[in-house]
């Protein structure tokens, strides 16, 4: 099952129904959760243990793995930081087993019990972190603060219970200090916060598993918010028919590329042609057709000046995509317009055909076909008004909002690209930075292209498009210290083939 997304508030209203109305006791999930961190300890080469906790649920889950752990014959040093009073039920009960089982068990309630607590974890191979969980709405001080800053500079190895304490689970961001762990058990959804550039600094690696809520609760608080995955690829990639022909595979007209940018155009068209689109064709200036005629084997090129080729091509055309390498200017503006105008398409926008919707938004919402566009942060910033920073930490409200605004799809680039019709919202975990380089939007925009041109749903050739992207640099930059659009170009056909079912 692909992992969906959610915000705090809405995990909190799926425990709380999942306790009061399905009558799962919360002491259940809280010991389905401790065996859940356990699973993901690697007991075979770690045998001791710091387990830091506080007094509420989170601290409750960090008890019961202690137990677990101290039952697996591990050493186990357990540290309630702050005081017993105002402990949660839960959280009690696993803190009085601690005692009764007789387990190392020390409070850390000021800085001269901060000693102890640094001997334990020098001596430790793993930190649990179990201090603070979703719950956190201020900035951390006193000895939380202390012990969270010397987790960070004394431990080996550091396993966050849910969420790293200090961390926000909504928007990523450290509440004045935060644990760095290299492993964070996250249960049932993804924290909205984990997709906020910088947050796998302090999460590590994170894992989602299951305590045992019944989808029933999920789905009564959750929206189509999801990560995609292989599964979520392969069951929608499509098997050719033996009989098929080029015919039967789509059409696909690029108009891209000025002087100085052929390679944009160059690219573009070579991303819908290795992605399996029965023929595309290239609409460019007069004055570098000749350049990309020579470099383009399996694609066609005909010139932006002939009106009646161009009008022929845009009518056969079953995807268009638009606007790599082709200026920023009034000329690309009217282009657009034009495209956007033509009922039944299905267009995709991307580079300077976003850039000059800047002040120009109306063109979108009077549209006449389907369209995905593909900004990066600075070309969202453009056409939005919001700052970079800002729509850095809110992506999926950013995009999910001028989608629905404009009634298109938006797929914004970066790490952990967002596609968003406005009401659905997908994120792509493929991809990584030897990809930073120049061409590799331009390859994607073919891409979209291809398989919008292919039948498939916008929104989803838009989802498939971008996880085949980012798997095929995935896969090269295991080899690979920087992966060029032209790799990818070559990728793409056996990542694709890969990944269908």
Request: aromatic share 6%; charged share 25%; proline share 2%.
């Amino acid at each position: 099952m692909r992992l969906r997304i959610a915000p705090v508030e809405i995990c909190r209203k799926i425990d709380d129904y999942t306790i009061n109305e399905l009558k799962i006791p919360s002491i259940i999930l809280m010991e389905n959760a401790a065996l859940k961190v356990v699973d993901n300890i690697d007991l075979k080469n770690y045998d001791s243990f710091c387990v830091i906790c506080t007094k509420g649920n989170n601290g409750g889950d960090g008890f019961a793995v202690a137990r677990h752990l101290y039952n697996l014959n591990k050493k186990v040093h357990v540290f309630l930081v702050g005081k017993e009073e105002g402990m949660s039920e839960e959280c009690r009960t696993n803190f009085n087993i601690l005692k009764s089982l007789h387990v190392d068990l020390d409070k850390v309630s000021s800085l001269e019990d901060i000693a102890e607590l640094m001997e334990s974890i020098d001596e430790s191979q793993v930190v649990i972190d179990g201090i603070f969980g979703t719950g956190i709405s201020r900035n951390i001080r006193g000895i939380q603060d202390s012990v969270i800053s010397l987790i960070n500079e004394k431990s080996k190895y550091t396993v966050s219970i849910d969420v790293p304490s200090g961390l926000n689970g909504n928007t990523g961001e450290t509440m004045g200090n935060c644990v760095k762990a290299d492993k964070t058990v996250t249960f049932q959804l993804y924290k909205k916060g984990f997709l906020r550039y910088g947050s796998d600094e302090f999460t590590g690696e994170v894992v989602v598993e299951d305590i045992g809520i019944p989808e029933i609760a999920i789905k009564k608080f959750i929206g189509p918010e999801f990560i995609m995955d292989k599964d979520f690829v392969g069951e929608r990639l499509k098997k050719r028919n033996k009989l098929g022909h080029k015919g039967d595979y789509g059409r696909v007209l690029v108009i891209a590329g000025s002087q100085g940018f052929t390679g944009a155009a160059y690219i573009c068209t070579q991303g819908a042609v290795r992605s399996g689109a029965g023929l595309v064709t290239l609409g460019c200036y007069k004055n570098i057709q000749q350049i990309l005629s020579s470099k383009l084997v399996e694609g066609m090129t005909i010139q932006l000046e002939d009106d009646s080729s161009m009008k022929k091509a845009v009518e056969k055309s079953d995807a268009i995509a638009i606007g790599p390498g082709m200026g920023a200017n009034d000329r690309t503006l009217d282009i657009v317009a034009s495209i956007l105008n033509i009922p039944g398409k299905n267009v995709v926008i991307d580079a300077d055909g976003v850039n000059v919707l800047k002040g120009n938004l109306q063109i979108l919402r009077d549209k006449k076909c389907k369209a995905v566009l593909t900004p990066h942060l600075g070309e969202m910033a453009r056409i939005t008004g919001f700052d970079i920073g800002y729509i850095e930490k809110n992506r999926i409200e950013v995009a999910k909002n001028f989608a629905a605004q404009n009634g298109v799809i938006v797929l914004l680039k970066g790490y952990n690209t967002v596609i968003t019709d406005g009401e659905r919202v997908a994120v792509n975990p493929e991809g990584n930075s030897s990809m930073a380089s120049g061409g590799m939007g331009d390859c994607l925009t073919g891409i979209i292209a291809s398989f919008a041109a292919q039948k498939y749903d916008l929104f989803e050739a838009a989802c498939i498009a971008a996880f085949v992207h980012g798997y095929s640099g995935e896969k090269l930059s295991r080899y690979m210290f920087c992966v060029n659009a032209g790799h990818v170009l070559k990728e793409l056909p056996f990542s694709i083939k890969e990944l269908m079912r």
